[in-house]
Each structure stands twice: as structure tokens, then as C-alpha cells.
């Protein structure tokens, strides 16, 4: 069965610290990777897909197929990066069951 | 466009009653699903479909029901509620497949007295 692994529940960071949110899948072949954030009392919404190679608010994620990872990265933190994140890889194929990651909490402080 | 739309936006039920979570989506897209979001759980698949007329189980169906009548509509069913239920309850939708960005709603948020 896919799984997909973010080790961690909660990051907390100052302002201007470096954040990596690690995402791990264990399922092989070239699967569409995505990264959803929820900020507080908002609703889900899609932060960056691994196949258009943007930069959405300063975070980048790198496909690391050796080691089946998806981290979310950003140089800076900022306050309003505080939020819940979610890694998303859905393997491609006829599986038609979404797969989230359990998601970690990233808490910026000032 | 409205995008992915929920109600209601918050209910509280009594153990044993049933309710309908509706959901609704005004931008044709064939893919739907429910999710229950639950504190140190993440995000799981209650039921999808992938086009009007078809259904099927996520990971945790188990006293839900779906169905998809219309393309628009995907309504979410709780036969006999149990505290068990209580959570916060996500629709999403994309235009095809999973491999897609998904639109998520604004939440129900149920709490099972």
C-alpha cells in the first residue's frame, strides 16, 4: 500500500529561520507531487505542484526520486507562513484514492 | 464562480440522528471526494467518485453514504450519527483525476453529542 510519511507534527521556527517540512512516499515511478496548506480558520488550498517548478511565497520542494522525498523548503520564514501543511504524492496509474500525509504544524514566531 | 461550496458550516447532532452534508461545485469537474480532518490524523478519504453515477470507498466509509446524482452535487450522508463522527469534514473536487490540483470547500465542522 502508498504510503506517505511527514515525520514530523510540529515545527516552530523564529522569523527568518530556514524551514524544511519533510515528506517521505513509499511508492515507486514518477508520482504527482504536491504540497496544500490550510492557514487558520481558511480552507484548504494548493501551495505548490512539483511538475510546474514554481517558487509560490518563497518555498521551493525537490523531488529526491533516491530517496522518495518531497520537502517543502524556504530560506526566510515570515509570520504569516504559519499554518498547517499537507504533502499530497498521488501516484499516477488507475488509483483513484487520493492520499494525504498526516501534515505538520509550522509555527513562526516573532 | 463560487468554486466548492459546503454546508452547513457547523451542526451539532445527537447520537443516532442522520444528517446530509452537502457539497457543490460550479466548475464541471468530474473528480469529488470527502475528507474527515481529525487532530493528529490528517486528512482521510471518507468516499469519491469520479463522475456523475459513480462512487466508491475511501479509507474510512464506515457509516457514510454518497451519492452523485448530478455532476454538481456530492452529498455526504451520515445514517446514525455516533460521537465517533465528530470532525471537521472536507469536499474536494478537480476537473479529472487525482493527479489534478484539488479545490477543497470551506468545511462543516459536526460535533455528535
Known amino acids: 500500500a502508498q504510503r506517505v510519511t511527514q515525520p514530523e507534527k510540529l515545527l516552530s521556527v523564529f522569523k527568518g529561520a530556514p524551514v524544511e517540512l519533510k515528506c517521505n512516499y513509499s511508492?515507486?515511478?514518477?508520482?504527482?507531487l504536491f504540497w496544500y496548506v490550510q492557514y487558520s480558520r481558511q480552507r484548504l488550498q494548493l501551495l505548490l505542484r512539483?511538475?510546474s517548478r514554481e517558487s509560490i511565497k518563497g518555498f521551493t520542494a525537490d523531488l529526491n526520486k533516491g530517496e522518495t522525498s518531497f520537502h517543502l523548503k524556504k530560506p526566510f520564514a515570515q509570520e504569516e507562513d504559519s499554518a498547517m501543511y499537507y504533502c499530497?504524492?498521488?501516484?499516477?496509474?488507475?488509483?483513484?484514492?487520493?492520499?494525504f500525509g498526516k501534515g505538520i504544524t509550522l509555527s513562526v514566531r516573532p | 464562480n463560487a468554486g466548492v461550496t459546503q454546508t452547513p458550516k457547523f451542526q451539532v447532532l445527537k447520537t443516532g440522528q442522520s444528517m446530509t452534508l452537502q457539497c457543490a461545485q460550479d466548475?464541471?469537474?468530474?473528480?469529488m471526494s470527502w475528507y474527515r480532518q481529525d487532530p493528529g490524523m490528517g486528512l482521510r478519504l471518507i468516499h469519491y467518485?469520479?463522475?456523475?453515477?459513480?462512487?466508491d470507498q475511501g479509507e474510512v466509509p464506515n457509516g457514510y453514504n454518497v451519492s452523485r446524482s448530478t455532476t454538481e452535487d456530492f452529498p455526504l450522508r451520515l445514517l446514525s450519527a455516533a460521537p465517533s463522527q465528530t470532525s471537521v469534514y472536507f469536499c474536494?473536487?478537480?476537473?479529472?483525476?487525482?493527479?489534478?490540483?484539488?479545490?477543497f470547500g470551506p468545511g462543516t465542522r459536526l460535533l455528535v453529542l
Open positions: 474536494a473536487s478537480s476537473p479529472r483525476t487525482i493527479q489534478e490540483t484539488q479545490y
Open positions: 511508492y515507486s515511478g514518477s508520482p504527482e
Open positions: 512539483h511538475i
Open positions: 499530497a504524492p498521488q501516484r499516477t496509474g488507475a488509483n483513484s484514492k487520493l492520499t
Open positions: 466548475m464541471n469537474h468530474e473528480y
Open positions: 467518485s469520479v463522475g456523475a453515477g459513480i462512487t
